[in-house]
């Protein structure tokens, strides 16, 4: 088989890389495809001339995307590539991991239970269960809200490294919900140092009027959160069914967080 054929077959094919970005992905998939290539090789395979061959190389190298093999002349995957790839395995295997534990949450709960993760200052709701008695919440699959103010965004940034708080806290970007939701860093920090200490963060009226939630992080393989769950139910029920609700939420995290790597 000739490069050309290869490269014929890729995704991202060369009649569809008319734009930089376009090209650079290209060559990434090309290069994953055949594990190594030389600049020539690239050049046969996509029809560009060596200069702007060895500029896209050379932007790709320095970015982290590709690096020089053993091979002289020659490029394979670099370690960006590797972390990448990683992110997305770890972001599916969640996806794999985490659904069939949060139905029996949510029917033991008796309320919708949420999976979401993180993206920017947002979480993004990507899973939801309705429990048996659980009411009619806004969030829906795709749903973003602030951190700042839901229990699933302030379970996640009290998990990360304390020492990465700081610099967060100052960037993150405040959105007003509900008359009590937390607008400052020096309003949310208490509130992240005793959802450490407890294990479970709570939005108390925070988000929408009437929903009270509590939520737990999700560890991976690092220790790292990369999502979070919660439970959420009527603000009038949901302070008294808390003794009740939180070890279920916190044994499904573990459990979750346990399949995806995490070794406390």
Same mark, same amino acid.
């Given at each position: 088989?000739?490069?050309?054929?290869?490269?014929?077959?890729?995704?991202?094919? @060369?009649? =569809? =890389?008319?734009?930089?970005?376009?090209?650079?992905?290209?060559?990434?998939?090309?290069?994953?495809? @055949?594990?190594?290539?030389?600049?020539?090789?690239?050049?046969?395979?996509?029809?560009?001339?060596?200069?702007?061959?060895?500029?896209?190389?050379?932007?790709?190298?320095?970015? !982290?995307?590709?690096?020089?093999?053993?091979?002289?002349?020659?490029? +394979?995957?670099?370690?960006?590539?590797?972390?990448?790839?990683?992110? #997305?395995?770890?972001?599916?295997?969640?996806?794999?991991? #985490?659904?069939?534990?949060?139905?029996?949450?949510?029917? #033991?709960?008796?309320?919708?239970?949420?999976?979401?993760?993180? +993206?920017?200052?947002?979480?993004?709701?990507?899973?939801?269960?309705?429990?048996?008695?659980?009411?009619?919440?806004?969030?829906?699959?795709?749903?973003?809200?602030?951190?700042?103010?839901?229990? $699933?965004?302030?379970?996640?940034? =009290?998990?990360?490294?304390?020492?990465?708080?700081?610099?967060?806290?100052?960037?993150?970007?405040?959105?007003?919900?509900?008359?009590?939701?937390?607008?400052?860093?020096?309003?949310?920090?208490?509130?992240?140092?005793?959802?450490?200490? @407890?294990?479970? #963060?709570?939005?108390?009226?925070?988000?929408?009027?009437?929903?009270?939630?509590?939520?737990?992080?999700?560890?991976? &393989?690092? !220790?790292?959160?990369?999502?979070?769950?919660?439970?959420?139910?009527?603000?009038?029920?949901?302070?008294?069914? @808390?003794?009740?609700?939180?070890?279920?939420?916190? +044994?499904?995290?573990?459990?979750?967080?346990?399949?995806?790597? &995490? $070794?406390?």
């Amino acid at each position: 088989m000739t490069i050309k054929e290869v490269a014929a077959g890729a995704v991202i094919s @060369r009649q =569809a =890389a008319g734009g930089t970005l376009e090209k650079g992905l290209a060559i990434v998939e090309f290069v994953g495809e @055949r594990g190594e290539v030389t600049a020539s090789g690239v050049v046969e395979a996509f029809g560009l001339s060596r200069s702007a061959t060895y500029r896209l190389l050379d932007r790709l190298r320095v970015g !982290g995307y590709l690096q020089e093999s053993a091979t002289a002349g020659a490029y +394979q995957l670099g370690p960006r590539m590797v972390v990448i790839g990683l992110a #997305a395995l770890n972001r599916m295997d969640l996806m794999h991991v #985490a659904p069939p534990l949060l139905g029996p949450l949510a029917l #033991a709960a008796g309320e919708t239970v949420n999976l979401a993760v993180p +993206q920017g200052d947002e979480m993004v709701y990507v899973y939801q269960h309705d429990g048996p008695s659980s009411i009619k919440v806004t969030a829906r699959l795709g749903t973003r809200r602030p951190m700042n103010c839901t229990s $699933l965004g302030k379970a996640y940034l =009290a998990a990360l490294p304390e020492a990465e708080w700081a610099p967060r806290l100052a960037a993150l970007t405040y959105v007003p919900l509900t008359p009590r939701s937390l607008l400052t860093a020096d309003a949310l920090r208490p509130e992240l140092e005793l959802t450490r200490e @407890r294990g479970y #963060a709570l939005d108390d009226v925070e988000v929408e009027d009437g929903v009270s939630c509590v939520g737990a992080a999700i560890l991976d &393989y690092r !220790g790292r959160p990369v999502a979070a769950i919660s439970v959420a139910g009527p603000a009038e029920r949901m302070p008294a069914k @808390r003794p009740t609700v939180v070890p279920l939420l916190l +044994q499904t995290a573990s459990t979750v967080s346990t399949r995806l790597g &995490y $070794l406390p």
